[in-house]
């Protein structure tokens, strides 16, 4: 549990387990202790490396306008700081959009790619309802705690709010660790979202990749991760019934072994 300079910025992360690497990148607003679900299962085989992005948690929050070129950038250069030429990527959300650019301007870093409820952007995404994207502009004013609940509402289905109290307070809980996001660093990282397209550059991913996501998912439907599955080459395309946006919460264990399965067909020390 550590920092390390980046860049123009202080990185805040932590490496789990050992074996191969396995760099987990967190989505919109959120800290790497959002992983929690994940980070016991893949540290019993891998190197596991989780970091908050810039503008949350521990990790600097400048107000500059942020790019995802500039958090790849991040990303890229945490793995250079930490000595770890490549790895595999698994990223969800605004995490997967970092991901796809690690695998674009970073392939020799990327040994297998992992793409979790996100969209290439561009004119070919599904954009989420107004009502959604309203409430993900509001997130940004809200005290944490009401972000997280209106995040919580957006991201699972009623059946699973009302049948799983225990699993919510663990996701305020995680989320409550450390300062999420600053109004300034969620606004800069939405910022960033909004103006990614890397749609006609999709064929030219090499890794081996898998898109997975909830067929009901809000904020990004489920037809972004099939355009995604149609555009780079040879990727697998796992959609899950009757989740949402919150899958990697909702379905953990179906989903942390869906994923352990791909990465396991992707090693290299086979």
């Known amino acids: 549990m550590s920092k390390v300079t980046v860049g123009d910025i202080n990185m805040y992360y932590e490496i789990h387990g050992e074996g191969e690497p ?3 990148i967190m989505g919109l607003g959120g800290v790497s202790a959002m992983w929690w ?4 299962a893949f540290s019993k ?9 810039r503008g949350v948690g521990q990790t600097d929050k400048p107000d500059i306008p942020y790019s995802v070129r500039m958090m790849t950038n991040d990303a890229a250069g945490l793995l250079e700081a930490l000595g770890i030429p490549a790895a595999h990527v698994y990223g969800v ?3 997967g959009l970092i991901a796809q650019g690690l695998a674009l301007s970073y392939p020799d870093k990327v040994i297998s790619l ?3 409820a996100t969209s290439g952007g561009g004119h070919h995404a599904v954009a989420p309802s107004p009502e959604v994207s ?3 502009l509001d997130m940004a004013n809200l005290p ?3 972000a997280i609940r209106l995040f919580a509402q957006i991201c699972f289905s009623p059946t699973f709010l009302e049948s799983n109290p225990g699993r919510i307070a663990e996701l305020l809980e995680k989320g409550m660790e450390t300062p999420a996001s600053s109004p300034v660093g969620y606004r800069r990282q939405w910022e960033a979202s909004m103006r990614f397209n890397v749609y006609d550059q ?3 991913i090499k890794a081996p990749t898998l898109v997975i996501t909830g067929i009901e998912d809000q904020l990004l439907p489920a037809d972004n991760s099939r355009v995604l599955a149609s555009k780079i080459p040879n990727a697998e395309l796992v959609l899950l019934d009757g989740l949402g946006h919150g899958y990697l919460w909702e379905a953990d264990e179906k989903s942390n072994q869906i994923v352990l399965d791909f990465l396991k067909r992707h090693r290299r020390s086979r």
Request: glycine letters at 6%; zero cysteines.
């Open 37 to 40: 679900l994940q980070v016991p």
């Open 22 to 24: 396995l760099l987990l």
């Open 144 to 146: 944490p705690e009401e």
């Open 134 to 136: 309203q409430q993900l």
């Open 114 to 116: 992992v793409l979790g």
């Open 202 to 204: 999709l064929p030219e």
């Open 45 to 53: 085989e891998y190197q596991v490396i989780v970091f908050d992005n």
């Open 93 to 95: 959300s605004l995490g």
